[in-house]
C-alpha cells in the first residue's frame, strides 16, 4: 500500500498535508520517540544520505533538532551558514543550492527570513525541500511537534479548544498551526491586540472555522490548549504596542489566568520565550506546562519527516 505521504517531495507548509497524512507522521513520530528512549539512540534508515540544514536565519532549537534527527538515523548531516560562506561574496539562494547539489545534498533544510524562500529553492533543487520557518509564512515542523505534544498529552486534537495568544500577525508558527489544528478538527480561537492581528477578515477567510477575540479572560475559558507566541520589541518601537507592560497586563499568561484554567489545560509556547512579557515564569514550570516537551519532540517529530521525505 502507498502511503498518504510516500508521494510527497517537499514539506514547505502544512497547507497540502491531509489530516491522513498528518496521522501518519504523528505515528512515526511515536515510534522515532521509541528510538531515541534507546540506550543507543540511532538507527540506520539514512545511512549514506546527505541532508544539509542551511540556516539564514537564527535558530537554536530547529537548528539543533534537525542535526540531532538526521544523525540519529545515521544521515551525514552538514551544518551551512550564510556568515562564512560565498553568500558573504554575493552567490544568490539559486546558487548556492545548486552548489550544494552539486556536492551531493538530498534534502535541504532551510531557514529564510523571506517569507517563500523555500519555494524558490524547491525549483531548483532535484531533491527533498524542509522549511524551517521562512519568514511569517510558515513553520510546519513546529506545527507538527505541537500537535504530536497535543495528541500526546491529550489522547485528541479534534473538538479541542485551543487558544493561540500573541503577535499572531508577525507569527509562521501562528499560520502553521492553523492549517493543521483545523485540518485535523480543533476549534481554534486567536487572541491579540488589533494591532497584533490584523483584519479579522484575512483570518477568518482563510480558515472559516477560527474564532477571533480581542479580549484573553474570555478567550481562555474553557480553553482545552493554550500557545503563547513571542513578542518582539521591535514591535513596540513599530508602534504597535504602548509598552510590553501594557500588553503584559492585557495579554500574558499569569499565574492568575493559570488559576483560572483546568489542571489539565496544556500550556505552550514555541520559544523563545520572553518571561515577564508574554508568559511569567511560574507558568513555565506549572505542572501542566508542555513547552519542554515540544522542544523534545521537535526531535522525533523532524525525524520521522526525514524518514518519509527521504524515501
Ligand atoms: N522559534 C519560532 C520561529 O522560529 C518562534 C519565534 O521565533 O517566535 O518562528
Given at each position: 500500500m502507498i502511503s498518504a505521504t510516500a508521494q510527497r517531495r517537499h514539506a514547505i507548509d502544512l497547507d497540502d498535508f491531509t489530516a491522513e497524512e498528518i496521522e501518519e507522521i504523528l505515528e512515526t513520530t511515536g515510534s522515532m520517540k521509541e528510538v531515541l528512549s534507546r540506550e543507543i539512540k540511532q538507527v540506520?534508515?539514512?545511512?549514506?544520505?546527505?541532508?544539509?540544514?542551511?540556516?539564514?536565519?537564527?535558530?537554536?532549537?530547529?537548528?539543533?533538532?534537525?542535526?540531532?534527527?538526521?544523525?540519529?538515523?545515521?544521515a551525514n548531516i552538514v551544518n551551512f551558514t550564510a556568515r562564512g560562506s560565498s553568500v558573504e561574496k554575493g552567490e544568490s539562494l539559486i546558487d548556492t543550492v545548486r552548489t550544494l547539489q552539486a556536492l551531493g545534498a538530498e534534502i535541504v533544510v532551510i531557514r529564510h527570513s523571506q517569507s517563500g524562500a523555500p519555494?524558490?529553492?524547491?525549483?531548483?533543487?532535484?531533491?527533498a525541500v524542509i522549511n524551517a520557518g521562512d519568514g511569517r509564512h510558515a513553520h510546519p515542523t513546529q506545527a507538527l511537534l505541537d500537535l504530536f505534544?497535543?495528541?500526546?498529552?491529550?489522547?485528541?486534537?479534534?473538538?479541542?479548544?485551543?487558544?493561540?495568544?500573541?503577535?499572531?500577525?508577525?507569527?509562521?508558527?501562528?499560520?502553521?498551526?492553523?492549517?493543521?489544528?483545523?485540518?485535523?478538527?480543533?476549534?481554534?480561537?486567536?487572541c491579540a491586540p488589533p494591532t497584533l492581528l490584523g483584519p479579522a477578515t484575512y483570518w477568518t477567510t482563510t480558515w472559516p472555522e477560527v474564532t477571533i477575540s480581542y479580549r484573553v479572560d474570555e478567550a481562555l475559558q474553557g480553553a482545552d490548549v493554550v500557545m503563547a507566541l513571542r513578542i518582539q520589541k521591535e514591535r513596540m518601537q513599530?508602534?504597535?504596542?504602548?509598552?510590553?507592560?501594557?500588553?503584559?497586563?492585557?495579554?500574558?499568561?499569569?499565574?492568575e489566568r493559570l488559576a483560572g484554567l483546568s489542571e489539565k489545560t496544556l500550556i505552550m509556547h514555541p520559544g523563545p520565550m520572553n518571561e515577564?512579557?508574554?508568559?511569567?515564569?511560574?507558568?513555565?514550570?506549572?505542572?501542566?506546562?508542555?513547552?519542554?516537551?515540544?522542544?523534545?519532540?521537535?526531535?522525533?517529530?523532524?525525524?520521522?519527516?526525514?524518514?518519509?521525505?527521504?524515501?
Open positions: 540506520p534508515t539514512l545511512r549514506g544520505r546527505t541532508v544539509v540544514n542551511m540556516f539564514y536565519e537564527e535558530s537554536t532549537r530547529t537548528r539543533i533538532s534537525f542535526e540531532l534527527a538526521a544523525r540519529a538515523l545515521s519555494y524558490l529553492v524547491a525549483r531548483h533543487f532535484n531533491g505534544t497535543i495528541h500526546e498529552r491529550l489522547g485528541q486534537i479534534r473538538d479541542l479548544k485551543v487558544v493561540i495568544v500573541g503577535d499572531i500577525l508577525h507569527s509562521r508558527v501562528a499560520r502553521s498551526n492553523l492549517w493543521g489544528l483545523t485540518r485535523m478538527g480543533a476549534q481554534v480561537t486567536l513599530a508602534g504597535l504596542l504602548p509598552s510590553l507592560r501594557e500588553y503584559s497586563r492585557a495579554y500574558a499568561l499569569t499565574p515577564g512579557v508574554e508568559i511569567w515564569p511560574e507558568v513555565v514550570t506549572a505542572p501542566n506546562a508542555v513547552i519542554e516537551e515540544q522542544v523534545t519532540n521537535g526531535v522525533a517529530v523532524r525525524m520521522a519527516l526525514l524518514y518519509r521525505l527521504a524515501g
